[in-house]
């Protein structure tokens, strides 16, 4: 099992908002309510990732910031070390610097930028974590990051990604997620837990090598507070519609019950699974938070 024992740590996915000054105050809501990183996506139609961490970095100082994650084909790995640096520089050494190989193809036909099969893809992620890897650990960079190195936050599902994810990175997210089979492209739903369980003892075979393996992420799509699960499924249906019940219930992308109810389940998903990093979609920012609060620390 992998470290069942790692403490919990917490963070929200800015998805929307509407203005300067509702990002601010979501960033430092979400600082007075516990949470312990404040993502942004990179997907055309919501944030640019950096403009928006460096606005968090001014109004809070204990979250660090995250980006949840870079679509690495959007990306030079030059210009990414720029944005990257500097960010770290004016949030005092706060960044983690989350990548992935990316799945709509549509946002690149849109920013007229190739598509690339799957396996080229991850050979792009595989070079731009290598260039900048180089060029952040470079003394002659300019600007220089704070931190030494930046930690590095890989997301994806499939070997390749999660074998780099177990040479290079501080964390492997686990998206838990595929392509609809017939659906629209970028389409997507969640693996069973049967699956995600095999992935993440995948992760770990891949770093048994390492002193110290990745710490696992994952991300939560829905949370509601409930005195009758049962009757919640309904809602849980759309995420997983080839689910049975008990594997709706038992997804830790999924949370209902109570507060405390919330954090037995989290606790169980990290016995099982190895998540103890745990990141949640704004809109559940607040449903959340009392989760957080009840877990804070352990």
């Not at 998805?15 to 309510?33: M, P």
């Not at 739903?189 to 048994?208: D, Q």
Request: proline share 9%; hydrophobic share 40%; glycine share 10%.
């Amino acid at each position: 099992m992998s470290s069942p024992e790692k403490p919990f740590r917490f963070g929200v996915n800015m998805v929307s908002f509407d203005s300067g000054e509702e990002f601010r105050r979501r960033c430092r809501r979400a600082e007075e309510q516990g949470y312990d990183v404040i993502h942004v996506p990179d997907h055309l139609g919501m944030c640019a990732p950096f403009p928006a961490l460096a606005a968090a970095a001014e109004v809070t100082e204990r979250p660090r910031l995250g980006t949840f994650v870079l679509n690495a084909g959007f990306w030079n790995p030059a210009l990414l070390a720029r944005e990257a640096a500097t960010v770290d520089q004016l949030s005092g050494g706060r960044l983690e610097l989350g990548l992935g190989a990316g799945y709509v193809k549509a946002e690149h036909d849109k920013a007229g930028l190739p598509w690339l099969s799957p396996g080229g893809r991850v050979d792009h992620l595989e070079h731009t974590v290598a260039e900048l890897t180089r060029l952040l650990a470079d003394p002659e960079h300019a600007p220089r990051p704070v931190q030494e190195p930046v930690p590095l936050l890989i997301g994806g599902n499939g070997d390749r990604v999660l074998k780099l994810a177990a040479r290079t990175a501080a964390v492997a997210a686990f998206t838990g997620g595929r392509q609809v089979p017939g659906g629209p492209e970028g389409t997507m739903e969640l693996i069973t837990p049967a699956e995600l369980e095999e992935r993440t003892r995948a992760l770990r075979t891949f770093a048994e090598d390492r002193a110290e393996p990745p710490e696992l992420n994952y991300l939560i799509q829905y949370v509601a507070q409930t005195s009758d699960p049962g009757e919640a499924l309904e809602g849980l249906r759309p995420y997983g519609p080839r689910m049975s019940d008990e594997e709706l219930l038992e997804h830790p992308a999924l949370l209902l019950g109570s507060p405390k109810e919330m954090a037995e389940q989290l606790r169980a998903h990290r016995e099982r699974f190895g998540f103890s990093y745990l990141t949640v979609l704004d809109p559940y920012m607040d449903a959340f938070a009392p989760v957080v609060q009840e877990l804070h620390g352990s």
